[in-house]
Every structure is written in structure tokens, then in C-alpha cells.
Nanobody, 125 residues
Framework: QLQACGGGLVQAGDSLRLSCAAS????????MGWFRQNPGKERDIVAA????????YYADSVKSRFTISRDNAKNTVSLQMNSLKPEDTAVYFC????????????????????WGQGTLVTVSS
């Protein structure tokens, strides 16, 4: 089970930090990702991080503003979001995908088996 938190209402230019904790089982060798979705739109990847942490992926729209990180000892993954823009407004979901190796990195939402409940981020202009 994945539990995401940290969303809220902020102004453009502010920062937020989303966190996702895995419970009920220890997620070993999983690639973790953050996705976001708006009503009527597809769920798009924002960032992903390999199990080992040595590989990351960022959507072009968030590069240099967002940072994904993980703490495997605590079964958590975080998304630091800086310089937020109104277009970052969405429900953010964390997800986990069983990885073939510690360096495996997955971008497609269809490869993720486990999903959190989502946390709403609203950025006002």
C-alpha cells in the first residue's frame, strides 16, 4: 500500500514537498514514480527513480524545478517541487513498479503495479 501526502494550495513560485510511504510490505527492487492527472486528462509521468537511486527521469515540464529522491530504509519516496507554476496543478500519485534490476527505470504508467491514492496540488497565479 502506498500513501501519498504533502499536497496543498500554494502560490506560483512557492515550493511543496510530496512524500509517499509504502506500508504493508517492504518494497524491494522497485522503481518508484510520481504521476499527475487533471480531470479528463491522462495520467502523465512527472518523475521516476530507480531502486538504487542512480537513475532518475523527469518530464521536460518539470526539469530543473522538481527533484525526486528515495529512502529505501524507510520505504519512502519524495518529490521536492520548487518554482511551482499554475500548470503544475493536478492530483499527484506515487506508484511502484517491480524492477528487473536496481538500475531499471520505468516511464510508462502501464508498468506500475501499485498506486497511492493521490494528493491534490493547487497552484494559484
Amino acid at each position: 500500500q502506498l500513501q501519498a501526502c504533502g499536497g496543498g494550495l500554494v502560490q506560483a513560485g512557492d515550493s511543496l514537498r510530496l512524500s509517499c510511504a509504502a506500508s504493508g510490505r517492504t518494497f524491494r527492487s522497485v522503481c518508484m514514480g510520481w504521476f499527475r492527472q487533471n480531470p479528463g486528462k491522462e495520467r502523465d509521468i512527472v518523475a521516476a527513480i530507480s531502486w538504487s537511486g542512480n537513475r532518475t527521469y523527469y518530464a521536460d515540464s518539470v526539469k530543473s524545478r522538481f527533484t525526486i529522491s528515495r529512502d529505501n530504509a524507510k520505504n519512502t519516496v519524495s518529490l521536492q517541487m520548487n518554482s511551482l507554476k499554475p500548470e503544475d496543478t493536478a492530483v499527484y500519485f506515487c506508484a511502484a513498479s517491480q524492477a528487473l534490476s536496481g538500475s531499471s527505470l520505468y516511464i510508462s504508467r502501464y508498468t506500475y503495479e501499485y498506486w497511492g491514492q493521490g494528493t491534490l496540488v493547487t497552484v494559484s497565479s
